[in-house]
């Protein structure tokens, strides 16, 4: 089944002409099946290649996905066209009324800062209280992650000496959980990031459950029950030449970065990147809705109940 999304937002054509199945909600007005409700709240300055990752990976399934974008209410992006923005998104303040079977809670480029020092921060401790009542399971990723992981649990972020930059090869530590359903003992995952997360500080805590990890590059997928919530520090969405955007923004500005590791055939960068975590992605994602589907209430209203 597809996934639900404005026919003239940017990924509806990109999705289609990739092969996966997209509906516009007219279409999906004639079907006689309720979708599943997932928001997106996009923290990324580029909004529409970040829309384009988490849908791609969200409309792989077989169910109908009724995808909605969300923004902070006061922060403004300089990335991405206003026009783009007013036409597909809503702010948080006028969809906190509603419920949703899933979110995403993206990743933002503001690692070095204190969570406490972020613009809107205290808004986004709101998402977080909301999710307990208004969202059947939230998925934080990266930093979004992160900042979750912190306001539940009281786990902290800790800045590294140098980036953490490559394709690392994770371990699969539950081999039972349904997250991981169809997974090989280990994988591939993009990771990029400042900061970490740290495995005594999660074994510290007894409702969290630390479902792929790395020797090289520490926790990276977390259970959390109690909050109904997966937190995963890496970047399973990334595309095929993500991390060499990065790459290539840096030398062009003339910051220090290490070649990312175990990226480019030899570790070259005149070579062309090969995806080796993509079908690991929609192995994922692809559980996530299951078990979102699973377990959510028929009637919304039940949400949070």
């Known amino acids: 089944m597809p996934i639900k999304i404005p026919s003239d937002l940017p990924a509806y054509d990109v999705l289609t002409n990739e092969g996966v199945m997209v509906m516009s909600p007219d279409q999906a007005a004639r079907q006689d099946i309720r979708p599943l409700r997932i928001g997106l709240l996009n923290l990324m300055p580029k909004k529409i290649q970040t829309e384009n990752q988490f849908a791609r990976l969200i409309g792989a399934t077989p169910l109908q996905i009724e995808l909605s974008l969300i923004r ?11 026009e783009h923005m ?16 899933g979110l995403v809670i993206t990743g933002a480029p503001i690692e070095h800062l ?19 009542t208004n969202v059947q399971s939230t998925f934080g990723v990266c930093w979004g992650g992160m900042a979750m992981i912190n306001y539940f649990n009281d786990v902290k972020k800790h800045l590294l000496e140098h980036k953490l930059f490559g394709c690392f090869r994770h371990q699969n530590l539950a081999d039972s959980s349904p997250y991981l359903r169809g997974f090989s003992d280990d ?13 005594d ?4 805590r007894p409702g969290l459950t630390t479902l792929l990890g790395s020797p090289e590059a520490g926790p990276c997928l977390v259970q959390d029950p109690d909050h109904r919530a997966l937190y995963i520090f890496n970047h399973f969405e990334y595309d095929s030449d993500t991390l060499k955007q990065e790459y290539d923004r840096d030398i062009a500005s003339g910051t220090e970065i290490n070649v990312p590791q175990n990226y480019y055939p030899g570790d ?10 993509r079908s690991h992605a929609h192995l994922l994602y692809g559980n996530w809705i299951n078990e979102i589907y699973q377990s959510t209430p028929f009637d919304m209203n039940d949400i949070g109940a």
């Open 72 to 82: 902070m209410t006061e922060h403004q992006t300089r990335n991405t066209a206003a």
């Open 86 to 101: 007013e036409e597909f998104y809503r702010s948080f303040q006028d969809v906190k009324h509603e419920k949703f079977d």
């Open 114 to 132: 204190p969570f406490e020092e972020v613009t809107y921060w205290q808004e986004l401790c709101e998402v977080f209280e909301w999710t307990q």
């Open 187 to 199: 994988c591939v995952i993009p990771v990029s990031r400042w900061t970490e997360i740290r495995q």
């Open 201 to 204: 500080e999660i074994d510290a």
């Open 268 to 277: 070259d960068p005149t070579q062309i990147p090969q995806n080796r975590w």
